[in-house]
């Protein structure tokens, strides 16, 4: 039997160095993550933090002339539509320098609950 014992020894040896060869030590600490990169709406926008009943919010203006081009839009051309271009609606004496408009960015792609605006833009013509 002890034939067989040292062999059992001999086996296990010989697996405890492979095993230990190849076996992978964890390491002293985790590696440092970099520093996420952010900066503040202010740093890149003229503007200030607004506070209302409703929260906080960072409120900036910008005045583009009439002459301007937005996209394919002519900006001065909107203040040109005619008076009554509305009157089928409930805003028909609504002059063009009483409209405002709208455009939002949202966290929502589905268009369901849970969408949050977290960019909200409110253009006008004076």
């Given amino acids: ?12 040896a010989r697996i405890s160095k492979i095993e230990h ?4 030590s964890p390491p002293d600490r985790p590696p440092e993550l ?7 709406v202010e740093e890149w926008l003229t503007g200030q933090e607004v506070t209302t009943e409703y929260g906080k919010h960072f409120e900036t203006e910008k005045l583009y002339e009439h002459h301007r081009h937005h996209g394919s ?13 509305f009157d089928a609606l409930e805003i028909a004496k609504a002059a063009p320098e009483e409209w405002a408009f709208l455009d939002t960015e949202t966290t929502g ?3 369901g609950s849970g969408t949050c605006a977290f ?3 409110v253009g006008r013509i004076t």
């Fill in 1 to 12: 039997m002890s034939s067989l014992q040292e062999q059992l020894a001999t086996l296990r």
């Fill in 21 to 24: 060869k190849y076996a992978v």
């Fill in 34 to 40: 970099p520093k996420p990169a952010f900066a503040y």
């Fill in 73 to 85: 839009a002519d900006i001065g051309a909107l203040a040109d539509l005619p008076h009554d271009l």
């Fill in 109 to 111: 792609l589905a268009g």
């Fill in 119 to 121: 960019l909200v833009g």
